[in-house]
């Protein structure tokens, strides 16, 4: 069969603009609904995981509110080890501009003391060992 690109092309359109519909559709604001349209929602949701595997209607999906109870219960230990790695990585980003600092400052002295170098060697000066502050 020949297919014409013109329908192909709305064919696309018509799918693009009902993904959109459907992408907005999924959106859902619990604070603007009431408590059974909520549970049709969260229904649908669980239908859309069990059709991926993700879940199982045996024992009423007990397996993904075991879990969901247990991050509710955990939360307090997720935030407490998300703060604890926060002044870990602001402490070791203290100590790398420390770094940063020190080595800026040891490039410095050395390309001063290298121009000092340079500047004795090719004056006209008596060489001497020791460099004095003034001819750094």
């Known amino acids: 069969a020949v297919v014409s690109t013109q329908s192909t092309g709305e064919t ?46 045996t024992e009423d999906y007990q397996e993904i509110l075991t879990s969901i109870a247990k991050d509710i219960c955990n939360q307090r230990k997720y935030r407490q080890r998300r703060k604890q790695d926060l002044k870990k990585m ?21 390309q001063e003391y290298v121009k000092a170098c340079s500047r004795l060697q090719y004056s006209d000066f008596p060489h001497t060992h020791t460099l004095t502050q003034a001819q750094l």
């Open 90 to 110: 602001a402490a070791t980003m203290e100590q790398m501009n420390k770094k940063k600092k020190y080595y800026g400052e040891a490039v410095t002295y050395y």
């Open 12 to 57: 696309r359109e018509e799918e693009e603009e009902e993904g959109e519909k459907n992408a907005k559709a999924s959106v859902f604001d619990p604070n603007d609904t009431t408590i059974d349209k909520l549970k049709q929602h969260i229904i649908k949701n669980m239908q859309i995981l069990e059709a991926h595997k993700l879940v199982t209607e």
